[in-house]
């Protein structure tokens, strides 16, 4: 089994539908760089920290995706309603929920910028299930991704639920991106290395 075919464990943070990059990732927090090491954190830091309480994107106790004073989240995978990612096309939205620690994302539907933004990038796998999941799973359940049988398996209640076949679409993220992927089969040269 390739790595890329490993179960995904870890606890779940639900949302409601239509989470937009503006959600995701308030303007205002783009101004810190992807390349420092230490600004980018910030990025994991402030992850749907623009997700108004108001609404019913927010779980049940407006449980923070990152809480106070940590720049990485307790929780993994995010299960959500229809339409996320929708908004502007910024890369910033994938790479903030990788930087927060979330391995992969499931809903029903996404808006497509953000899902080739996710896969392009290498940064987070973003499984579509078959119906829409975010009423059945409770933030903080322990979940488990079963790429092997196409399973979303919720530990803490021992339910399953089928998610739809990825195709490549893990290779891509397990490589690092769309550039390395075709770095690794070929498509394009491989990297020199940098002399002096």
Same mark, same amino acid.
């Given at each position: 089994?390739?790595?890329?075919?490993?179960?995904?464990?870890?606890?779940?943070?639900?949302?409601?539908?239509?989470?937009?990059?503006?959600?995701?990732?308030?303007?205002?927090?783009?101004?810190? $760089?992807? !390349? #420092?090491?230490?600004? %980018?954190?910030?990025? /994991?830091?402030?992850?749907?920290?623009?997700?108004?309480?108001?609404?019913?994107?927010?779980?049940?106790?407006?449980?923070?995706?990152?809480?106070?004073?940590?720049?990485?989240?307790?929780?993994?995978?995010?299960?959500?309603?229809?339409?996320?990612?929708?908004?502007?096309?910024?890369?910033?939205?994938?790479?903030?929920?990788?930087?927060?620690?979330?391995?992969?994302?499931?809903?029903?539907?996404?808006?497509?910028?953000?899902?080739?933004?996710?896969?392009?990038?290498?940064?987070?796998?973003?499984?579509? $299930?078959? !119906? #829409?999941?975010?009423? %059945?799973?409770?933030? /903080?359940?322990?979940?488990?991704?079963?790429?092997?049988?196409?399973?979303?398996?919720?530990?803490?209640?021992?339910?399953?639920?089928?998610?739809?076949?990825?195709?490549?679409?893990?290779?891509?993220?397990?490589?690092?991106?769309?550039?390395?992927?075709?770095?690794?089969?070929?498509?394009?040269?491989?990297?020199?290395?940098?002399?002096?």
């Amino acid at each position: 089994m390739t790595q890329a075919k490993k179960p995904i464990k870890g606890k779940a943070f639900v949302l409601g539908k239509n989470i937009d990059t503006d959600q995701i990732i308030p303007a205002a927090h783009l101004v810190y $760089s992807l !390349e #420092d090491p230490e600004e %980018r954190k910030f990025y /994991g830091k402030y992850a749907l920290s623009g997700v108004p309480a108001a609404e019913s994107g927010l779980p049940k106790g407006n449980i923070p995706l990152t809480r106070e004073g940590m720049t990485e989240s307790e929780f993994a995978i995010i299960v959500a309603s229809d339409n996320f990612g929708c908004g502007s096309s910024r890369e910033h939205a994938p790479a903030a929920l990788e930087i927060a620690g979330i391995k992969a994302i499931i809903s029903p539907s996404y808006a497509r910028i953000f899902y080739r933004n996710s896969v392009d990038g290498g940064f987070l796998i973003p499984f579509e $299930s078959v !119906e #829409d999941l975010s009423s %059945r799973i409770n933030t /903080g359940d322990e979940l488990e991704i079963d790429q092997e049988n196409h399973l979303l398996k919720n530990l803490s209640q021992n339910t399953e639920y089928p998610i739809k076949p990825l195709g490549s679409v893990a290779d891509i993220v397990h490589a690092g991106g769309i550039f390395e992927y075709a770095r690794q089969n070929g498509m394009v040269p491989k990297r020199k290395p940098v002399t002096e």
